[in-house]
């Protein structure tokens, strides 16, 4: 939850892949509140309070993920919703043409993510979406020690650059700083 809150203000898209490694995790500990709060909660050097605020997200996020029915896989709608968003501002960014930079980028990026679309099952995914599943594929694979080519290498760090990007212009845009309206 803190550190949540913190990416959140700070990169949306660290964020988001944070909240993925949450949805994980709980689904590790099998959507169970007692083990959560045995084995991270109880771990965490906060007050009191913080902590019951701790435990009390953390069962709001496994109340959420029964109700929409992700227990073994997929993403919560709040999740999901960020995604949506990102990928409209992806849209406004290109379209609008006022930030070169980020279009040269994503135009770097997107023989890479053409190479990615050929690998999915779902030809409905969004570009933005195939590189947040990349980049976090990579993040698993890095956690279970898994040897990674370097062409996967290359082809993450061009993508890690595009998503910094992306979070750059979505906080100026969220702040009013950056105007893409035509």
Known sequence: MFIARKLKKKNICEYLLYMWQ???????????????????????????????????WYESLIEMMRLENVQTDGHLQLNKNIII?????????????????????????????????????????????????????????????AEITAETLQAQTEISKFMVLLAKNYQLYKSGELDLEE
Do not use: T, W
Request: hydrophobic letters at 40%; proline letters at 3%; a negative charge.
């Open 85 to 145: 968003e990102l990928d409209e501002l992806h849209g406004l960014l290109i379209r609008s043409g006022k930030e070169a930079g980020y279009a040269a980028k994503f135009y770097h990026v997107l023989p890479f993510v053409s190479q990615l679309r050929k690998q999915q099952d779902n030809p409905q995914i969004s570009d933005i979406e195939l590189c947040f599943n990349f980049q976090y594929g990579i993040m698993l694979l890095r956690m279970k020690k």
């Open 22 to 56: 949450m949805e994980d995790m709980i689904r590790a500990f099998n959507l169970n509140i007692d083990v959560i709060n045995e084995r991270i909660i109880a771990q965490y050097p906060v007050s009191e309070d913080d902590r019951k605020s701790l435990y009390d």
